[in-house]
């Protein structure tokens, strides 16, 4: 049966008046000056030295560990391409997103601990404490996976943005690209990861309202839920309004487990710099865990957003429009705490994400590179490049944003291959006392080429790039293992999981400690 034509739907009530772009325009004005002010008054506290710019100094609790993680989380992903996302394809699409959040929990519980006990600052810095020989050129490879991870992240929060800055402004994607890109460039660089996690402790009260507050104005406008159900079971998709399509979500759940949601096992750069800035063990993993039990039915709200839009707007909207023209539906109040809430979705996000990546291709790349060739690194030299990998980032970002202009087109690719690289070399890491450098390089060249090509080659036969990089990558561990030379007890007592000076972490997580 066909469906309801918009002409069908309930007109909007007397809150959907629409608002002037102007008003949303001063609107964003004051919420971004705000954010650069805050950022300039840390200044002073965040640049003191490289542990509290680049990991805020073992400053907070549980409570702002799980909210800035839920700032970090959401992102527009989470809440414009999933209302994008269920608008056309129904509410089943949070499976997509909430499969990465259901595989970090494995994540914290088997390695956060560890990881905070070894206080790095990267996440190619375990591998490299593990896989030391040739200088640690292990270090490249990886900082190069992670590095293409979070400037393909951060090109979707500047897509976001302009996108934003586009609707009300008619500004050409390039141009909302470059300033969404010095705002937070601006606010991110200048002040370091004690900014990141402030603004994001405010960012996440305006994020946490706005998928709900937006719900309630599509409901208020449209009378209710049922003109929704109706509408779906006129339409002969009943099913779209439910997360569970028969075995679909299964399907859903199972694919982006293991495309998208398998490199969760090795860590975001951002989680791991949120775990160094915790008071200690304890409250980084129950901030963790708090944030990863919010954030799920958080998402499935936007989902919903999505399905009864389509209802309210009609089938004729461009997916990525639909929270805004809801927005520009809402009349002022609402439609202003629905901006903050969208702008603090898409910038809280933006600046974890933008530090993270410049901290490793700080990190990772430059000063790596410096250090192996005998170069000695001070505190103020360190922020220094800490702020130049931050730049380059940007820069990178920028470039794939204007590339790719959808919301969600990079992510399932450049996981996959980063995953099929970079997973069972850290699995390696953590419970081999046998594999060696060798074997380790060799298994993430071979893993990622593989998976890339296979990309190129566009998919044969429907299979994901990642069923044929992880078994390239476990065979090319194994062979290169074959032809380097055994590691030694330094490098295996430095990240084996099962040595002593892991064991008495449990002890010092009941103490709190």
Not at 3 to 28: C, D, Y
Not at 164 to 186: C, D, E, N
Not at 307 to 315: F, H
Not at 436 to 449: F, Q, S, W
Request: hydrophobic residues 50%; glycine residues 10%; positive net charge.
């Amino acid at each position: 049966m066909a469906a309801p034509q918009n002409g069908n739907v309930p007109a909007l009530q007397s809150g959907g008046v629409e608002v002037s772009t102007t008003f949303f325009v001063a609107a964003m004005a004051i919420y971004m000056v705000a954010m650069v002010v805050i950022g300039i008054v840390l200044r002073g506290q965040a640049t003191k030295s490289i542990a509290d710019f680049g990991l805020a100094a073992n400053r907070f609790g549980s409570t702002v560990i799980a909210a800035v993680s839920i700032g970090a989380w959401v992102g527009s992903a989470g809440l414009i391409g999933l209302c994008a996302s269920s608008y056309t394809g129904g509410v089943v699409s949070w499976w997509s997103y909430a499969s990465l959040y259901l595989v970090t929990l494995p994540w914290i519980y088997f390695f956060a601990s560890r990881l905070k006990a070894l206080k790095l600052f990267t996440i190619a810095e375990f591998y490299q404490m593990r896989f030391s020989g040739y200088d640690g050129a292990i270090q490249y490879p990886v900082g190069i996976g992670f590095s293409l991870k979070y400037c393909m992240m951060m090109g979707l929060q500047f897509n976001a943005l302009a996108f934003l800055l586009t609707t009300f402004l008619g500004w050409s994607h390039l141009r909302g690209v470059l300033v969404s890109a010095v705002i937070i460039l601006f606010y991110t660089a200048i002040s370091g990861f004690l900014s990141v996690m402030v603004t994001n402790f405010i960012q996440s009260i305006f994020q946490t309202l706005c998928p709900f507050l937006a719900l309630g104005f599509v409901l208020f406008s449209l009378g209710g839920w049922q003109p929704v159900a109706q509408y779906y079971q006129a339409a002969g998709q009943p099913e779209a309004l439910s997360l569970f399509q028969g075995f679909g979500w299964v399907k859903e759940l199972i694919y982006y487990c293991i495309t998208m949601g398998l490199l969760v096992i090795v860590g975001n750069q951002d989680d791991l710099q949120r775990v160094a800035s915790a008071k200690n063990v304890k409250s980084a993993k129950r901030g963790l865990y708090l944030g990863t039990f919010l954030v799920l039915p958080i998402l499935a709200i936007p989902c919903y957003v999505g399905a009864a839009a389509k209802v309210l707007l009609g089938p004729g909207v461009e997916p990525n429009m639909v929270f805004y023209t809801l927005m520009m539906k809402a009349g002022p109040v609402v439609g202003l705490l629905l901006l903050y809430g969208v702008l603090s979705t898409i910038m809280s996000c933006a600046s974890s994400t933008l530090f993270a990546g410049g901290m490793i291709i700080s990190k990772d790349l430059i000063q790596h590179a410096m250090k192996s060739r005998g170069k000695q690194i001070s505190d103020k030299d360190d922020i220094f490049l800490s702020r130049v990998g931050i730049l380059l980032c940007t820069v990178f970002s920028i470039g794939l944003s204007l590339w790719f202009q959808g919301i969600m087109e990079l992510m399932d690719v450049v996981m996959s291959i980063c995953a099929a690289a970079l997973v069972i070399p850290y699995l390696f890491a953590w419970f081999s006392k046998k594999m060696n450098t060798e074997g380790a390089i060799t298994g993430m060249v071979a893993g990622g080429l593989a998976a890339l090509v296979w990309t190129i080659l566009g998919r044969p036969h429907g299979l994901d790039a990642i069923w044929i990089g992880l078994p390239c990558c476990l065979a090319g561990c194994l062979i290169g293992q074959r032809f380097g030379k055994a590691p030694t007890q330094a490098e295996i007592d430095a990240t084996y999981y099962f040595q002593e000076k892991f064991r008495s972490l449990r002890r010092a997580e009941k103490a709190g400690s």
